[in-house]
T-cell receptor
Framework: DAGVTQSPTHLIKTRGQQVTLRCSPKSGHDTVSWYQQALGQGPQFIFQYYEEEERQRGNFPDRFSGHQFPNYSSELNVNALLLGDSALYLC????????????FGPGTRLTVL | AQKITQTQPGMFVQEKEAVTLDCTYDTSDPSYGLFWYKQPSSGEMIFLIYQGSYDQQNATEGRYSLNFQKARKSANLVISASQLGDSAMYFC????????????FGTGTQLKVEL
């Protein structure tokens, strides 16, 4: 049973560019959440997708957007990259029901130069 | 708004000893869940243990136990019989009943287990 997978593992971009990160949820899960973890910090909630719609959003600018596909996989897009966007981006999947445990992927490490 | 505080940036423990990692939280919601995750250097967050705000007993999972003191708003993680493989970052997190499945994390504690 495959767990949560994310691609790519590492990514290097320059300021002003755009990036797309991908996540495949654990088998049977229908909800995907994205978190940003800056160096030395705890993860910060970006947003959550369920039934192909953004259901909840954290305190992140509109440069951060996402998408969920019919097979429940998800993308995180970041436009106009800033140096401060350098971080580990974690995807977590769960069931929609409250109380469902979130399973995390290995993350994508984004470096913005 | 909810907040998690972890005041220990780093901790050292000798192999086979027990260690307590501190976590305090702040919320006005009566219903919430508290979690502990382990993050090795590889980056993946590994779920360790969960405590619901209405649970009468402290949660235990193998060598992990959660010392839940509701009145003090603390949820400390106790790791018994530490192993070298326990060396990692440990995060405390909270989820509110009315907050969907969003997790709010603390800043973490770096644990190093020594021989």
């Amino acid at each position: 049973d495959a767990g949560v997978t994310q691609s790519p593992t590492h990514l290097i971009k320059t300021r002003g560019q755009q990036v797309t990160l991908r996540c495949s949820p654990k088998s049977g899960h229908d909800t995907v959440s994205w978190y940003q973890q800056a160096l030395g910090q705890g993860p910060q909630f970006i947003f959550q997708y369920y039934e192909e719609e953004e259901r909840q959003r954290g305190n992140f600018p509109d440069r951060f957007s996402g998408h969920q596909f019919p097979n429940y996989s998800s993308e995180l897009n970041v436009n106009a990259l800033l140096l401060g966007d350098s971080a580990l981006y974690l995807c977590a999947s769960s069931l929609a029901s409250w109380g469902s445990e979130q399973f995390f992927g290995p993350g994508t490490r984004l470096t913005v130069l | 708004a909810q907040k998690i505080t972890q005041t220990q940036p780093g901790m050292f423990v000798q192999e086979k000893e027990a260690v307590t990692l501190d976590c305090t939280y702040d919320t006005s919601d009566p219903s919430y869940g508290l979690f502990w995750y382990k993050q090795p250097s590889s980056g993946e967050m590994i779920f360790l243990i969960y405590q619901g705000s209405y649970d009468q007993q402290n949660a235990t999972e193998g060598r992990y136990s959660l010392n839940f003191q509701k009145a003090r708003k603390s949820a400390n993680l106790v790791i018994s019989a530490s192993q070298l493989g326990d060396s990692a970052m440990y995060f405390c997190a909270m989820r509110l009943t009315g907050g969907g499945n969003k997790l709010t994390f603390g800043t973490g504690t770096q644990l190093k287990v020594e021989l």
